[in-house]
């Protein structure tokens, strides 16, 4: 293994399994930083490695699995439903390469806000420490995600040493880390679901009523960015029951009756989502405030 320089050989190095929008924000950010040395990336291809190596600014491509060089931490940032395999073939491909025991053992973590880090048991049955780290952030844009990043709270699961480690690494380009336990990871995950999700959603099934009514289609864009700029704005001025407005706000449930009726004839499942949303929308009005 090439020797690190005087100049960075206090810095764990960074290998990164599946590299795309997320892990590139992370890693660009590290790197900037100088939290980490971004090693080696691998994802679907080569040349996508390659690429995401650019948009990282540092980074060595490689194409498979065993080509990864040993490191102090390693990042799989593949989809939820690849993880469990991406940590089995890692662990196997780290079995055969034999690397002599690291003291401490290597840090592994997946960016699941659903999974936790039992999902890495087979590096953990290595020996490695295995956790998870969830920034709750939109990374549909790379460029967005970097500038949005600061203040981002991330929440820390699994080995208590890997979490301190990651909660260093996470505070230093900007995180407000938290610790989540296991058994709430997937009810953590789904308030992040509700918050922003489900928005596009929403949003999309407001346009598609609009249009089947015969609204121009050329007002649904400026209605698009005033009614959800002007919610937003009220929620964060207001917090969430004081921003409530309609038939729910006002306890209308005749009205909520008729609209829900109206919706269901036009679309059953659009009908169910409307009277699920009307259910805790009068549950929100009813609260009484803290």
């Given at each position: 293994?090439?020797?690190?320089?005087?100049?960075?050989?206090?810095?764990?190095?960074?290998?990164?399994?599946?590299?795309?929008?997320?892990?590139?924000?992370?890693?660009?950010?590290?790197?900037?930083?100088?939290?980490?040395?971004?090693?080696?990336?691998?994802?679907?291809?080569?040349?996508?490695?390659?690429?995401?190596?650019?948009?990282?600014?540092?980074?060595?491509?490689?194409?498979?699995?065993?080509?990864?060089?040993?490191?102090?931490?390693?990042?799989?940032?593949?989809?939820?439903?690849?993880?469990?395999?991406?940590?089995?073939?890692?662990?196997?491909?780290?079995?055969?390469?034999?690397?002599?025991?690291?003291?401490?053992?290597?840090?592994?973590?997946?960016?699941?806000?659903?999974?936790?880090?039992?999902?890495?048991?087979?590096?953990?049955?290595l020996g490695w420490r295995v956790a998870s780290a969830h920034c709750i952030l939109s990374?549909?844009?790379?460029?967005?995600?970097?500038?949005?990043?600061?203040?981002?709270?991330?929440?820390?699961?699994?080995?208590?040493?890997?979490?301190?480690?990651?909660?260093?690494?996470?505070?230093?380009?900007?995180?407000?880390?938290?610790?989540?336990?296991?058994?709430?990871?997937?009810?953590?995950?789904?308030?992040?679901?509700?918050?922003?999700?489900?928005?596009?959603?929403?949003?999309?099934?407001?346009?598609?009523?609009?249009?089947?009514?015969?609204?121009?289609?050329?007002?649904?864009?400026?209605?698009?960015?005033?009614?959800?700029?002007?919610?937003?704005?009220?929620?964060?001025?207001?917090?969430?029951?004081?921003?409530?407005?309609?038939?729910?706000?006002?306890?209308?449930?005749?009205?909520?009756?008729?609209?829900?009726?109206?919706?269901?004839?036009?679309?059953?499942?659009?009908?169910?989502?409307?009277?699920?949303?009307?259910?805790?929308?009068?549950?929100?009005?009813?609260?009484?405030?803290?």
């Amino acid at each position: 293994m090439k020797a690190l320089s005087p100049k960075t050989q206090h810095q764990p190095r960074l290998n990164i399994v599946g590299a795309g929008r997320v892990a590139q924000t992370l890693s660009h950010r590290w790197h900037q930083q100088r939290s980490f040395v971004i090693q080696d990336v691998l994802t679907t291809s080569l040349a996508s490695a390659q690429t995401a190596c650019g948009v990282i600014g540092a980074g060595n491509a490689v194409a498979q699995m065993d080509a990864l060089r040993d490191a102090e931490v390693w990042m799989l940032a593949v989809p939820d439903a690849q993880l469990a395999a991406c940590a089995q073939a890692l662990a196997t491909a780290r079995s055969v390469v034999g690397s002599p025991a690291a003291h401490p053992a290597p840090i592994a973590f997946h960016c699941s806000g659903a999974q936790g880090a039992a999902t890495l048991a087979p590096l953990s049955a290595l020996g490695w420490r295995v956790a998870s780290a969830h920034c709750i952030l939109s990374f549909a844009s790379v460029s967005a995600a970097l500038e949005q990043f600061p203040g981002t709270p991330c929440a820390l699961e699994g080995d208590a040493s890997a979490c301190d480690t990651l909660r260093t690494a996470f505070t230093a380009i900007g995180a407000h880390c938290f610790d989540v336990a296991s058994s709430d990871k997937l009810l953590y995950h789904a308030a992040a679901v509700f918050a922003t999700n489900f928005l596009p959603v929403l949003q999309a099934t407001a346009e598609d009523l609009w249009q089947s009514t015969g609204m121009p289609t050329e007002l649904i864009p400026h209605l698009r960015a005033t009614l959800l700029r002007n919610a937003v704005a009220n929620i964060t001025a207001l917090g969430p029951q004081a921003a409530l407005t309609g038939p729910a706000a006002r306890g209308d449930t005749a009205a909520i009756a008729r609209q829900g009726a109206a919706v269901t004839a036009w679309d059953a499942p659009t009908g169910a989502a409307y009277a699920a949303l009307s259910a805790l929308a009068l549950r929100l009005a009813a609260k009484v405030p803290d």
